[in-house]
């Protein structure tokens, strides 16, 4: 399975792990976990070669009228102290607008780091989606980055076909991991038919379907 995962990042990460030793006293074996199996899969840079200015290659936008930059920033996420590429989109109505890869993932692990203002509106990624009326949208599974009092960021949901998948209204410990204004750290896994997410380690959306195995990702710019 590991041969055949991808693992994308937009900002490089560092993790750290904390060893349990076996003289500790009163230690229940039954807490400790292992890591789970995906946490020690290389991460790779999603956009590559990008430089301030210049389209980013294996990238376009799809939809509306929508203005797309990217700068590199040595800090873009202070929380982590994490480098790479900042990406900031602006859409006008009616249409939404998707930076959309040309390549096709199946299988993967994704991590971004996101930021939006409470009540800045909503926007989404996109994942295993395809283009959809002449390529004028994108269709398919979308996670949810929702700064409104619902807080459903990291809900699962379908675009332009069967709505809400899994939308977090009945998880509450999901519903208050997100922090508008600041920076959250998504984890998106995909792995068959599930389709996981973690909003700031905390587990949000977690399902099972089998219309779209594979397909492209895309970034979300939002009209208005």
Not at 15 to 31: A, E, H, V, Y
Not at 39 to 50: A, G, I, R
Not at 58 to 85: E, F
Request: hydrophobic share 35%; glycine share 10%.
């Amino acid at each position: 399975m590991l041969q055949i995962m991808e693992s994308l990042r937009l900002t490089a990460i560092v993790m750290c792990i904390l060893i349990f030793t076996p003289f500790s006293k009163g230690q229940d074996l039954k807490s400790i976990q292992a890591p789970p199996w995906w946490s020690t899969l290389e991460l790779k840079p999603l956009f590559e070669n990008t430089q301030p200015g210049i389209d980013t290659p294996g990238w376009s936008i799809l939809g509306g009228d929508s203005t797309v930059s990217y700068t590199w920033a040595k800090d873009p996420n202070p929380r982590q102290g994490t480098s790479g590429m900042l990406l900031k989109g602006t859409g006008r109505a009616p249409k939404n607008a998707f930076l959309t890869s040309e390549k096709i993932y199946g299988d993967f692990l994704l991590e971004v780091e996101v930021r939006i203002d409470k009540d800045g509106g909503n926007s989404g990624i996109q994942i295993r989606s395809h283009p959809y009326k002449n390529g004028e949208t994108l269709r398919g599974y979308q996670i949810e980055i929702d700064p409104s009092d619902r807080k459903w960021s990291g809900g699962l949901y379908d675009e332009q076909r069967r709505g809400w998948l899994d939308s977090l209204e009945d998880n509450v410990t999901a519903q208050e991991a997100f922090a508008p204004g600041e920076w959250n750290t998504y984890r998106i896994l995909c792995v068959g038919p599930r389709i996981q997410t973690w909003i700031n380690d905390v587990p949000a959306a977690n399902h099972l379907d089998m219309m779209d195995l594979s397909g492209h990702i895309g970034f979300q710019v939002h009209g208005g």
